[in-house]
């Protein structure tokens, strides 16, 4: 089968190319779709006319794409048949380094899934997240505070990264003056081998110094005779998380790590972003700072920092028609299910006062929920809250750079300014 698309260049007309070029070599998974924001009219054309649709990708082999919101809900929901175990492949597209596997609880199912997940919730239980919301407060106002007014900087840098990576370091209690290890490390596991400086063995390499150095962290955790409230603390001490092997271990902190990080950092971006595209919008929010969390449900939605997750089919089974074998890898498009014009009305535009922003699939359904979802929102809110507090507005110079791939669907630079 041919390669679906060409390299996306400014005179291509996919709107054009999704809706004539033949149906079986539609692939959505083309990372150059992703990196020039031009995946939409694909995926429209899927929910369409193969909402669950055999694809090929040169990287990933055959996969069905599952595009419309309530199959995805349906393969999402049902995990005794569609697996997430890194034993059946995982959660990604990629099987990963055929050498360097990474188990981790998103990766398991029942009960090991469970047990695990149940070690870490804890931390992002409603009494925590509470106590936090100081913190979270005043570090982004510092942050903010910070800004110069008047001349061009990069939004991803200096505020996105900056405040998930200080979220993620106090949750692992990880020394603060380290922390932007955190962003490498994160950057290093959702990367493809290709796109890594030294390829696939430098990737090895930066993600085995990221296990050596929580492994000094656990062993002074493990024997500190007063436990903390933190991350690795709570794997020291959980039943069916304390005898991990290493690569248990990196698996589960790679988790964590990607997991609060990228998902906040790239809809803190997109907010700045879609305010921008939507100036409307903006003007209500000014008009109405009460609409800030739903704008953070709106924004999650718009977004969709993860762009799929994949399942394993234990049997054979029908959905919607389409006969899928055991054995056969499924992605769950939750960036296309987001976009399902049979549940959000116009669903290309951001709308802040959106009645049911809040059925977004990005956190996923049914028992692999997104464990830090209610963090994350908080941490979006507070963020605007701080803003509208200070500027009049944030002036996004230029189309911002997204990050390669069709996993994280993200942004690596945006310039932005704020009026003098």
């Given at each position: ?23 079986e ?16 009219p ?70 090991k899934?469970?047990?695990q ?32 007014r008047?001349e ?25 003056e380290?922390?932007?290890?955190l ?7 959702t ?58 271990y ?71 028609g ?26 290309d ?72």
């Amino acid at each position: 089968m041919s390669q679906a698309v060409a390299e996306p260049q400014a005179d291509i007309d996919h709107t054009k190319r999704a809706w004539s070029m033949p149906l079986e070599d539609i692939n959505p998974a083309d990372k150059r779709l992703f990196e020039a924001d031009a995946i939409w009219p694909y995926f429209e054309r899927l929910r369409k006319e193969s909402p669950v649709h055999k694809s090929y990708d040169e990287e990933f082999g055959a996969f069905w794409s599952v595009t419309r919101y309530e199959d995805i809900m349906a393969v999402d929901t049902n995990h005794h048949v569609f697996s997430s175990d890194w034993t059946h492949g995982g959660i990604t597209l990629s099987d990963g380094l055929e050498d360097f596997q990474l188990p981790m609880f998103i990766a398991m199912d029942p009960p090991k899934h469970d047990e695990q997940r149940k070690t870490v919730q804890p931390i992002v239980a409603p009494a925590n997240l509470k106590n936090w919301e100081g913190l979270i407060r005043e570090r982004t106002g510092k942050v903010l505070d910070s800004l110069p007014r008047g001349e061009t900087f990069d939004w991803v840098d200096k505020v996105s990264i900056e405040l998930t990576t200080m979220m993620l370091a106090t949750l692992f209690d990880f020394p603060f003056e380290d922390r932007r290890k955190l962003t490498f490390w994160s950057d290093m596991a959702t990367t493809a081998s290709e796109d890594v400086e030294g390829g696939e063995e430098a990737q090895k390499a930066h993600l085995l110094e990221c296990l050596e150095y929580f492994t000094r962290l656990w062993n002074e955790r493990v024997n500190s005779e007063t436990p903390g409230n933190d991350l690795i603390t709570m794997l020291t001490r959980g039943e069916s998380t304390k005898n991990m092997d290493p690569m248990e271990y990196l698996g589960n902190i790679v988790l964590l790590i990607v997991g609060g990080n990228d998902t906040t950092r790239n809809s803190m971006t997109a907010s700045v972003y879609a305010l921008n595209k939507f100036p409307a919008e903006y003007d209500k929010l000014i008009a109405n700072p009460d609409l800030i969390p739903n704008l953070s449900s709106e924004i999650i939605r718009w977004q969709t920092p993860l762009a799929h997750m994949r399942r394993t089919a234990l049997e054979d089974i029908e959905l919607n028609g389409a006969q899928i074998k055991k054995g056969d890898k499924v992605a769950m498009w939750y960036v296309s299910g987001n976009r399902d014009t049979e549940v959000f009305e116009n669903p290309d535009e951001v709308i802040i006062d959106r009645a049911n922003a809040r059925r977004q699939m990005s956190f996923g359904y049914g028992i692999h929920r997104c464990v830090g979802n209610r963090l994350g929102e908080l941490q979006i809110k507070i963020l605007w809250e701080e803003i509208l507090k200070r500027f009049p507005k944030i002036e996004v110079m230029a189309e911002p750079t997204r990050s390669s791939g069709c996993f994280v669907k993200g942004y690596t630079y945006m310039p932005v300014r704020i009026p003098a």
